[in-house]
């Protein structure tokens, strides 16, 4: 579970208390210790490509089916049909006012089937609610990313991927968009799900049906009357972003982005609010997973990827907000009046940099800021951000140019004179200092901000040197990221905290021990599948692990390779769990993702290309490819009881569906055996009772469904019959046993007769208390098709004409009138046994009834083309 975390850590306060190492023992950037040469392989071209999948595992939705990932598929489609209405105890519904709905009906609910449609768009991490924050910020900078680096991408051979994915998650944003007739924002859905249920459902997110399993995914939206400044303006990011990445190439689509991000712009400033005290009160609901702490940051964040839209400088003094009551004598500089603004209105809150990240996006805002100013306080606070995660020597920061010579960006303020004056020692006091008070660093240099996720954070500062060295020509901080991500790379000597765990385990219960000392450490790519021997294989993700029992636990090993997912990350000790259940060092996430792919493409652009890097050939790879033959049906069975008279037998029908994981209503087994020794002593079928003892399906659904088997049905003219065991219509994935017996009766001399011993599906099966074995002579079938098994030879299915109930060879009316007088008096009127196999052709397995005759009547008139018919 994802769980909220202190994040508010002020420069002044927290991060200070993390710099106990002093700044001269920092580790230049790549820097290892003396235990820690490891090589890996390095290949940014390799990273990008894979960065994106992670994306393809977190859609949501209709239209994944058939997409990148054979695992993955459409899921949660009941998001297009929310009821439109107040949510009540069991948060089905949203949070609007029913007053509300009832002005606004006709726009929210356009063809009046009382429900709204919010369905796409992406799950937040291992868990499937649709969080906004994290959402937004993830959507806004993996665009940030193409943006700046949009030739990586297309080198990389990866513009049509990362142009899909910037797709899915902002055309979600612009279906959630609702405008008002004036074509202003009437409201905007931020999040579906909720956290304290979601969590509670450890399984595929294809699996959780809200008609299965009662599962509520209520909807949010932001309206004036319950605002969410910060997550609309986070939205109004994104959209801009969008505009920038599409304006040449479908430029319909991106005007649609821009108009739709500056409108959400302008409600988020519009439903804005804050006490006197500062503290924002118009902030959206959350359920306490992803607690924003204000909105200003997102508010800067879309005004500056506005104004790179427009080229209006409204939405720079948006930022700035020049102040003259406030800036006094502090000079006329605009800037100025803003920086006192945020100084002594909002709690220093612009300080809060300490990594571009789903909740702080002051990192990114600067790094935008600064060459559209060129203002010597913006480039100082976008370098010393850097210095203070790459640590580079105090000496070399004191001497460092905080005005870097940029001539390719032409930005001018609101006197058309540019913005490069110099910085006064008076202005520098009100900023932080570059006194070598750097972050702290692992003992083998990776920057350590925070033990929950540390990848994502050191990631997105790399995106945000990178872009620094694009915009400045400088590479100082661009080599610190290079080292950083060979880091995450492999390029490390980690501790495998899962194994020493294991060993001191069986220390104590005096077993052996399962790992040797050289075993316990060693190279780790944190970049799922990056390295398949020893990269982090077990991410706290439900799709990946594929779970069939709701438990962390089961099954041992991720039932699919989560490609490209950056896990939470090492420890300050250089030591990483790998276990699924751990989501402080294995969570992933789509902000956790964000930074990491914009930087691998920077990496690329500057240091990959030029060495030959390049992506996988033919990837991803089939699962078949990876694993063997996959049967995603079969069946196990034992005998339970059996003498001369009666045998007992317990089968076990798995649906192991993965490809994608799905529920299926259409499971039949056939049970076959042979009954020719009661023949010989005057016996026939009908001597043969069919007894149920136990039903899975019954019992776990208190009665509602149940499987059903059916009466003995004839196979070849050689005594073989078989029964079917059927879950039509129960829908249920995993397994289902069921439990049933055939008895015999005695004959005339009161003699049993049956030996079930040398029975069809009998053979391999053993008596036992508990231990099923898997057999394919009890074959398993799918919407009447055989998935699993085989079958006798030369038995009635093989001669099966759909629809030919008097057996004449051919189908026509008078099957229709033969069925028909059965179904009126079976006993007057009865159908040979193949007679009664063509005739099942409605619901097929359930017997024949009135409904058989009408779809054979349907296929003679041709109004359906093909028989059986479901």
């Known amino acids: 579970m994802k769980n909220h975390i202190l994040k508010k850590l002020l420069c002044a306060g927290t991060c200070a208390a993390m710099l106990l190492t002093p700044a001269g023992t920092a580790y230049a950037a790549g820097e290892t210790s003396a235990a820690a040469a490891v090589e890996a392989e390095i290949n940014f071209a390799k990273a990008l490509q894979l960065s994106l999948y992670f994306y393809d595992a977190n859609k949501c939705g209709p239209g994944i089916s058939g997409g990148n990932l054979e695992w993955r598929g459409d899921c949660h489609v009941e998001d297009a049909a929310v009821p439109l ?142 605002p969410a400044s910060d997550m609309c303006a986070g939205v109004a990011a994104s959209l801009a972003v969008n505009y920038l990445n599409f304006k040449d190439t479908e430029p319909e689509y991106a005007e649609q982005s821009l108009n739709a991000a500056i409108k959400l712009y302008e409600f988020a400033v519009k439903t804005h609010s804050e006490t006197e005290g500062n503290k924002v009160t118009s902030l959206g609901y959350d359920g306490g997973f992803y607690t924003s702490s204000y909105d200003y940051d997102e508010l800067a964040w879309a005004a500056v990827w506005l104004y790179e839209c427009t080229g209006v400088y409204d939405y720079i003094d948006d930022i700035i907000r020049v102040d003259e009551t406030i800036s006094g004598d502090m000079g006329a500089h605009p800037y100025t009046g803003y920086l006192k603004r945020i100084i002594s209105d909002t709690g220093n809150c612009w300080q809060n940099i300490w990594v571009h990240c789903w909740d702080t996006v002051w990192g990114g805002v600067f790094a935008k800021l600064a060459p559209i100013t060129n203002c010597s306080r913006d480039w100082y606070i976008f370098r010393w951000n850097l210095e203070y995660w790459s640590g580079m020597n105090p000496n070399d920061a004191a001497n460092a140019s905080f005005v870097p010579t940029v001539t390719s960006h032409k930005y001018f303020g609101p006197d058309d004179t540019l913005w490069n004056s110099s910085i006064t020692a008076e202005e520098i006091a009100d900023l932080p200092e570059a006194d070598g008070a750097f972050l702290a660093k692992t003992p083998q240099g990776f920057s350590m901000l925070n033990e929950y996720g540390s990848a994502r954070y050191d990631t997105a500062a790399q995106l945000c040197a990178l872009v620094y060295a694009k915009e400045t020509g400088d590479m100082t901080f661009a080599n610190w990221a290079e080292g950083q991500m060979e880091y995450i790379m492999g390029n490390n000597n980690i501790v495998y905290k899962e194994r020493v765990e294991a060993n001191k385990k069986a220390e104590a219960d005096g077993e052996e021990l399962p790992y040797s000392e050289d075993e316990l450490h060693g190279s780790r790519s944190f970049i799922v599948g990056y390295d398949l021997e020893n990269g982090a294989c077990h991410p706290h993700h439900r799709a990946a692990h594929g779970s069939k029992t709701l438990n962390m636990d089961e099954p041992a090993d991720q039932t699919h390779v989560l490609w490209g997912a950056l896990v939470g990350g090492p420890d300050s000790d250089d030591a990483h769990r790998d276990i699924t259940k751990d989501y402080i060092y294995n969570e992933v996430a789509v902000d956790y993702n964000a930074g990491f792919t914009g930087a691998a493409a920077g990496l690329y652009k500057y240091f990959g290309k030029d060495k030959g890097d390049k992506p996988m050939e033919n990837f991803p790879p089939s699962e078949a490819s990876m694993k063997g033959e996959i049967n995603e049906f079969y069946l196990e069975a034992r005998v339970v009881q059996e003498n001369e008279a009666r045998s007992q037998v317990e089968v076990k029908v798995y649906n192991d569906t993965s490809l994608p994981p799905r529920y299926v209503d259409n499971i039949k087994c056939r049970y076959f055996f042979n009954v020719s020794e009661l023949f010989k002593y005057g016996q026939d079928i009908d001597d043969v009772q069919v007894d149920i003892f136990y039903d899975e399906e019954d019992a776990n659904t208190n009665g509602v469904s149940k499987a059903t088997i059916s009466q003995p049905v004839k196979w070849d003219d050689n005594g073989t019959y078989y029964v079917e065991i059927s879950w039509k219509g129960c829908e249920f994935y995993g397994k289902r046993v069921f439990h049933f017996g055939l008895i015999a009766d005695m004959d005339a001399d009161y003699k049993t007769n049956w030996d079930p011993t040398d029975d069809y599906s009998r053979e391999g099966l053993e008596i036992s208390e508990d231990t099923l074995k898997l057999t394919e002579l009890i074959p398993v079938y799918v919407d009447n098709k055989l998935v699993w098994g085989k079958e006798p030879a030369g038995g009635a299915s093989e001669n099966i004409l759909w629809g030919d109930a008097d057996l004449d060879e051919k189908v026509g009316i008078s099957d229709v009138v033969k069925v028909m007088m059965y179904v009126c008096n079976k006993e007057t009127y009865p159908l040979e046994a193949q007679g009664a196999i063509n005739a099942d052709v409605y619901n097929n397995g359930d017997g024949v009834f009135i409904s058989d005759a009408l779809s054979i009547q349907k296929k003679v008139a041709q109004v359906i083309e093909t028989l059986p018919e479901s």
């Open 85 to 226: 209405k107040p949510m009540g105890e069991d948060f089905k519904g949203t949070n609007l006012s029913q007053e509300f709905i009832n002005e606004n009906k006709d726009i929210l609910d356009p063809d009046g089937d009382g429900t709204i449609d919010v369905a796409g768009g992406m799950h937040d991490a291992g868990d499937h609610v649709k969080f906004c924050l994290p959402g937004s910020y993830a959507a806004s900078t993996v665009g940030w990313g193409y943006y700046e680096f949009r030739d990586a991408y297309i080198d990389a051979g990866q513009q049509e991927h990362i142009e899909n994915i910037l797709h899915w998650m902002n055309d979600y944003y612009l279906k959630c968009t609702y405008f008002d007739d004036n074509g202003d924002i009437l409201a905007f859905c931020y999040q579906v799900g909720e956290g304290n249920i979601d969590h509670n459902y450890w399984n595929a997110p294809e699996l959780q049906s809200e008609k299965l399993l009662d599962f509520a995914r209520p909807a949010y939206f932001a309206t004036v009357d319950t």
